[in-house]
């Protein structure tokens, strides 16, 4: 079964700086393409970013590109979103998936959520 819990989410003033990983139990994050997908309240879940198994190429929305950086750490099992210069429009939860494909980052594409985690961006 697979299973991952996102951590690393809180409060941060806009400008600021947040890393969120996301680690698994019960597999190797290293087989599969991981992307993160956010929910901000009265929206639909969007992706944000996805890493693939084997080349590890990149993808994100136009909204966070040259802010925010998807990466592994093979080590620990995990892979992380460094978010920098943040903005209120980034408040949302935070989700992790693994996935069959990057894709465009579609929902349907995602074998495995984790619980989430809250980014808050408020002065």
């Known amino acids: 079964q697979l299973q991952l819990v996102e951590s690393g989410g809180g409060l941060v003033q806009p400008g600021g700086s947040l890393r969120l990983s996301c680690a698994a139990s019960g597999f190797t994050l290293d087989y599969y393409h991981i992307g993160w997908f956010r929910q901000a309240p009265g929206k639909e879940r969007e992706g944000v970013s996805c890493?693939?198994?084997?080349?590890?190429?990149?993808i994100y929305v136009d909204s966070v590109k040259g802010r925010f950086t998807i990466s592994r750490d093979n080590a620990k099992n995990a892979v992380n979103l460094q978010m920098n210069s943040l903005k209120p429009d980034d408040t949302a939860v935070y989700y992790c998936?693994?996935?069959?494909?990057?894709?465009?980052?579609?929902?349907?594409?995602?074998?495995?959520w984790g619980k989430g985690t809250l980014v808050t961006v408020s002065s």
């Open positions: 890493i693939s198994s084997r080349t590890g190429t990149t």
């Open positions: 998936a693994a996935m069959a494909s990057c894709g465009s980052m579609q929902s349907r594409l995602v074998r495995a």
